[in-house]
């Protein structure tokens, strides 16, 4: 489906786009995550990588299961995949130091990862009524936890950095293999893989929708309006239940960024698939070309900016005049000098990182090498 490939693309690249500024101090708000509450473009972008696994998890598992599959080796195949996934993001977060008494467990490939261990069940056994019914059941549980259990010495409902519940089972569970910028806390912890995983469940029922015996074109208006409630339903969670927190993962930011993502997919699907215009959907395509090209070795981009990131800032070089500057500061060094502002310059560093990253992406299209586990 060349819309997935292309909503993928365009999450990756927004990933590395934000992931690779040359001044973490000189930054664009929405190319930053919000501090806390709220939300900036930047946060749509981990929900959009699960919306996306999910959706391609029911096209490829509804294809298997038309052709007899047997659902216990679709358990085992997932887990394998996730095993992996899981494997790709600790080694990531293992490198360049190898401190195995530090070294942080979870991690973005870490999550995505366990939401599918733990997705892969329910949607192998269970029907969309059901899924819609686990969905309510586990945000419903974990509003509960958060603000109904009280943390030792808190209280119950505190959902400042830290003080959260989940943050008190992250440091039981965790201890110093958290995020080392928290230290009391991580974004991808235990508690709040409930709502992370609901998101990836909403990617499922999506995926469905696009295998239901429905045109096209209903499907297309189905998912916008879909979008919309969820946009909705978003911003009423934000004021009665638990604010938009993509920290905590909260209830609200699960179904805004789900609101959005079904947008943004709807959008691409139909440019891309739907569209009953020719002319138009060459245009289309030539324009998101980029982005399919970058959809298609997704993994290989995300763990490979992942990896030279660190590298360039591990690798260092003597100053002529004392001491060490890193490479990646060396590479930032000539882009800083141009007269643009240091917001401008850090954002031109990302920009040109990101396009280095689509030449690999490109060469490896056009030698039909295509990485996936």
Known sequence: MTSLDAFRGFTI????????????????????????????????????????????????????????ADK????????????????????L??????????????????????????????????????QLLIITALLALYSVLMLAVPVPGIGAGVLEPGQDFGAWIDRMLLGNHMWVQSKTWDPEGVVSTLPALCSQL??????????????????????LLAGLLFLWLGAIFDTILMPINK?????????????????????????????????????????????????????????????LAKMFGFIKFDQPGGGKVSLGKLLYAPIRELPIGPVNTSLLYALLFNLFMFSLAWFMWRKKWFVKV
């Not at 805004?256 to 215009?277: E, H, K």
């Open 247 to 307: 920290s905590l993962w909260t209830p609200s930011y699960c179904l805004l960024m789900t609101g959005w993502a079904l947008v943004v997919f709807a959008s691409f699907y139909w440019l891309l698939d739907v569209n009953p215009y020719p002319a138009v959907r060459e245009a289309a395509g030539r324009w998101a070309r980029p982005f399919v090209i970058y959809g298609m070795n997704a993994l290989f981009v995300f763990a490979l900016s992942g990896f």
């Open 72 to 91: 216990p080796r679709l358990l085992a195949k997932l887990a394998r995949r996730a095993m992996l996934i899981f494997l790709i993001g600790f080694i």
């Open 13 to 68: 690249a927004g990933m590395v786009l934000v992931n690779n500024p040359g001044d973490w101090g000189n930054l664009y708000s929405q190319l930053e995550h919000a501090k806390w509450n709220g939300w900036t473009f930047t946060d749509c972008i981990f929900p959009f990588f699960l919306f996306i696994t999910g959706v391609s998890m029911a096209l490829s598992l509804g294809r298997l299961a038309a052709a007899g």
């Open 93 to 130: 977060n293992f490198l360049p130091y190898f401190n195995i008494d530090k070294v942080r467990i979870p991690g973005v490939l870490q999550r995505i990862a366990l939401c599918t261990l733990l997705a892969a069940p329910i949607v192998v056994y269970c029907r969309w009524r059901a």
């Open 202 to 223: 909403f990617g499922v029922l999506a995926g469905q929708w696009l295998l239901a015996k429905v045109p096209r074109t209903e499907q297309t208006v189905w998912m």
